[in-house]
């Protein structure tokens, strides 16, 4: 076999861009595995419906030791699920898919979300121009704080808010973005630690910080007060990251203006969450996911030595042109009546939820994202054309440059 060079530089460097490229100079036409060296060891790359059902079978692919410290340090923390295998993972799993797939709980979180946007929007027309990303965030960290029982309000939940967007911001690069989400992790664990504390000596004022702060163990045991806030932070930070969907949502609506009528005009949530769908799938948020391979593997009869890193290619596969029709067009049509098969469209990991690494936070997803691009489309308002809309694909995490600056249009003449 050829020796490798390493790629960490050159993915850092070209974000989402890098690894179809490589794609194209290996000659493969999509359905292959992408061999590459990533932080000094040994790295493949897959994607297919065939390959989440490889990596997601726990023989497979182990998530203990895989994600690099400065990913831990910023965006997950330090002992959160997401670095938990075996029983130990689905004990704490429990705790999310309890909290965030029990629909009554999505209808609720999705209908705070939506009464905190009208109460801002209704400020927003207040002034002449906002940026839609910082304000989205605010909305969501405010509605999601409201949800779970946090304590955090007004300055302290757009506080939160702009941490939350600093952590998933600078998990990706080195430099200030990286640093700015260290401290921005290591302020709110602390706040939240403390938060899981006085809910413990006091009792919980909310359902999901008292789930989260009597949390149990496989051994039993209360989760320290440090990790209870690293998973309390994992239910807010995500659910503050649908800022970056939104904020998708608006460009989508921006560049196609007739799915703005029909989202306006929509009788039934289907249209909406063919939208949400395909927002998700089209543009890039999580590049990819991983872990190491348990023991020697073959895939597709090529060799995976033990312990190499084994990547799912999560961009990759939702532009697949061997799955998607004319992939890089935006069109929600695509998932009307079709709802998307669950190793196909995996914008947040494949597989299932329950038993595996899959994201929890789905259903929250589809329907906040749904529920606020249909407020965005019944909103009057102008793009202002002296903005940067440009998404660069070389940045991870990426959004629209200007973070999509709208001019309200004020209501009543
Ligand atoms: C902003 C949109 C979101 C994206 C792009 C996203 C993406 C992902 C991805 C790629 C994974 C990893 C899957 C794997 O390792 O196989 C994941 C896991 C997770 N997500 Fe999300 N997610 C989003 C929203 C949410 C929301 C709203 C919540 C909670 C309210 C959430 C909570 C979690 C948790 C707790 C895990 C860890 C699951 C585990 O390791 O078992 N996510 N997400």
């Known amino acids: 076999m050829r020796p490798v060079i390493d790629s960490t530089v050159p993915l850092l460097l070209r974000g989402y861009a890098w690894l179809p490229a490589k794609r194209r100079r290996a000659g493969d036409d999509g359905g292959g595995l992408v061999r590459a060296r990533l932080l000094g060891r040994p790295a493949v790359f897959l994607h297919g419906p065939a390959a989440v059902r490889f990596f997601y079978d726990e023989h497979h692919v182990r998530r203990g030791g895989a994600l690099p410290e400065p990913v831990l340090d910023t965006l997950f923390g330090q002992g959160a699920v997401h670095t938990l295998d075996g029983d130990a993972h689905r004990i704490r799993k429990a705790l999310f898919t309890e909290l965030l797939m029990d629909p009554e709980a999505v209808a609720t979180l999705t209908d705070t ?81 403390r938060t899981v504390e006085r809910a413990r000596a006091q009792g919980a004022r909310g359902k999901v910080l008292e789930r989260v702060a009597g949390q149990r163990d496989a051994d039993g045991e209360l989760l320290d ?99 998607w029709e004319q992939p890089y067009r935006f069109d929600p049509r695509r998932f009307l009546g079709r709802p998307p098969g669950r190793d196909e469209l995996v914008p947040q990991g494949g597989g299932d939820a329950r038993g595996g690494h899959r994201c929890p ?28 809309l440009r998404i660069p694909l070389h940045r991870i995490p990426t959004r629209p440059r200007s973070g999509f600056v709208i001019a309200t249009v004020p209501t009543g003449g």
């Open 361 to 388: 936070g789905e259903d929250v997803a589809v329907q906040v994202v749904g529920a606020l691009c249909t407020e965005l489309a019944r909103m009057e308002f102008d793009v202002p054309q002296e903005q940067d």
């Open 113 to 193: 979300v939506v009464r905190h946007w009208r109460e801002a929007a209704a400020r927003w027309s207040e002034r002449s121009r906002v940026t839609l990303f910082d304000e989205v965030a605010v909305v969501l960290a405010t509605a999601v704080c409201a949800w779970a029982g946090l304590p955090h309000t007004g300055r302290a939940a757009a506080r939160l808010a702009r941490d939350c967007v600093a952590m998933v911001d600078g998990f990706a690069t080195p430099g200030p973005r990286h640093w700015r989400a260290r401290r921005a992790r290591a302020r709110q664990e602390r706040v939240l630690a």
């Open 225 to 323: 007060a440090r990790t209870a806030a690293v998973e309390l932070l994992n239910i807010v930070r995500p659910t503050v990251a649908l800022a970056w969907f939104v904020t998708f949502g608006a460009h989508a609506l921006h560049r196609h203006p007739e799915l703005r009528d029909e989202l306006r005009a929509a009788q039934e949530p289907s249209f909406e969450t063919a939208f949400a769908h395909e927002v998700r799938r089209f543009y890039p948020f999580a590049p990819f996911v991983g872990g190491r391979a348990v023991t020697d593997l073959t895939w597709g009869g090529e060799p995976i030595a033990k312990d190499s890193m084994v990547l799912l290619d999560l961009y990759g596969q939702n532009h697949d042109p061997a799955l």
